[in-house]
């Protein structure tokens, strides 16, 4: 079964400095990892995706996040954060199905002080 | 306008009614799916379909029922509404293609007394 470990509730950071939220994932086969970020009173947006070549993947507003195979890791970065990145971040993963089945982690909320 | 468009985005009622709530897309995806979401849980799937024709239970499909009125339309309803399904219930669509993401609406808060 397929399963998403979001460690932290809280993320806390300052403007400025580079941010981390972890995700640690369990899958049989292949998987396929999303990052969705939530704002108040909104849905899930997509942020970024790997499913397979190169383990640093890039996507909206600057944020980044690195494919560790051996460490069954998927954790979304981001070099310099803002206040406006403040916001519940959350980690899916799937297999290579057609329906694509999402799994998502607890969400970790973020939160940028000025 | 919204892609995914949900509706109510707010309803109150009461323990024992029936409630339909609605979901309509115009990207043209043939996938649709409904999610809940509770604090500390995060998301977990109610059901999706694939076209028209196919509906397939998720995780927490008790208590809910869907239909696919057209590839545009996925509706979700609680047939005897109870207070623990109570919660933010999402629609969401994909594409085809591997790997497409999700693309979900904003959300109905559902609120059982």
């Known amino acids: 079964a397929q399963s998403v470990a979001q460690p932290e509730d809280q993320v806390n950071v300052a403007e400025g400095n580079p941010l981390t939220v972890k995700c640690t994932y369990s899958?049989?086969?292949?998987?396929?990892l999303f990052w969705y970020v939530q704002y108040p009173n909104r849905g899930l947006q997509f942020l970024l995706k790997y499913i397979t070549g190169d383990n640093l993947v890039k996507g909206s507003y600057g944020f980044e996040a690195e494919f560790n195979k051996s460490q069954t890791s998927f954790h979304l970065k981001k070099p310099s954060a803002l206040v406006s990145d403040s916001a519940l971040y959350f980690c899916?993963?799937?297999?290579?199905?057609?329906?694509?089945?999402?799994?998502f982690g607890t969400g970790t909320r973020l939160l940028v002080s000025p | 306008d919204a892609d995914v468009t949900q509706t109510p985005r707010n309803r109150i009622t009461k323990t024992g009614k029936r409630i339909m709530l609605e979901c309509s897309q115009t990207k043209g995806h043939d996938r649709m799916y409904w999610y809940r979401q509770d604090p500390g849980l995060g998301l977990r799937l109610i059901y999706y379909?694939?076209?028209?024709?196919?509906?397939n239970k998720g995780e927490i499909s008790d208590g809910y029922s869907v239909s696919r009125q057209a590839q545009a339309k996925f509706s979700l309803s609680l047939e005897s509404a109870i207070p623990n399904q109570t919660a933010l219930y999402f629609c969401?669509?994909?594409?085809?293609?591997?790997?497409?993401?999700?693309?979900f609406g904003d959300g109905t808060r559902l609120s059982i007394l």
């Open positions: 969401a669509t994909r594409g085809q293609g591997e790997g497409q993401p999700q693309h």
């Open positions: 379909s694939f076209d028209v024709k196919d509906i």
């Open positions: 899958v049989s086969g292949n998987p396929y």
């Open positions: 899916a993963v799937s297999v290579n199905t057609g329906f694509q089945k999402l799994v």
